[in-house]
């Protein structure tokens, strides 16, 4: 009776600890589509972080051996999905890509929130400039 009510004790103690609430940090993600307004000073440092972060890998409208063109890629993807992938959070449909290509993506680990921001931001921007552009040569 005693190893019962000993037993019964410490699963109780055990459940009382690790079942407490404990906070767990929310990633807040940004509304892509709340302003029709450029932010030009946003989307030029997005051009910058493109630039030291993923032109090595990644191109415009080029296809390359190392990473897919990435000039459309809100086309397919969601900017909030696209914004938690670069930091950091596994999408089965952006990482089908990194499939066909050998090297792996390593942008989420030097890239914070405001810096993804401003990249997606830049490639929302870039994506709409090329369609404006290619809707004048059809």
């Not at 950091?88 to 499939?99: F, P």
């Not at 989420?108 to 709409?128: F, R, V």
Request: overall charge neutral; proline content about 4%; aromatic content about 12%.
């Amino acid at each position: 009776m005693k190893m019962k009510f000993f037993f019964v004790t410490a699963i109780l103690v055990f459940l009382l600890f690790n079942c407490s609430t404990k906070t767990i940090e929310t990633l807040e993600i940004p509304n892509f589509y709340t302003s029709p307004i450029i932010n030009d000073s946003l989307v030029m440092n997005g051009k910058t972080i493109f630039e030291r972060h993923c032109h090595s890998c990644h191109s415009m409208e080029i296809n390359t051996s190392k990473a897919p063109d990435i000039s459309d890629v809100l086309r397919y993807h969601e900017p909030s999905m696209f914004y938690l992938y670069l930091l950091g959070e596994k999408n089965q449909k952006l990482l089908s890509t990194s499939r066909v290509y050998p090297t792996p993506c390593v942008i989420n680990d030097s890239i914070n929130k405001q810096e993804a921001i401003a990249l997606t931001e830049y490639l929302k921007q870039y994506q709409n400039w090329l369609h404006e552009i290619n809707s004048r040569f059809k």
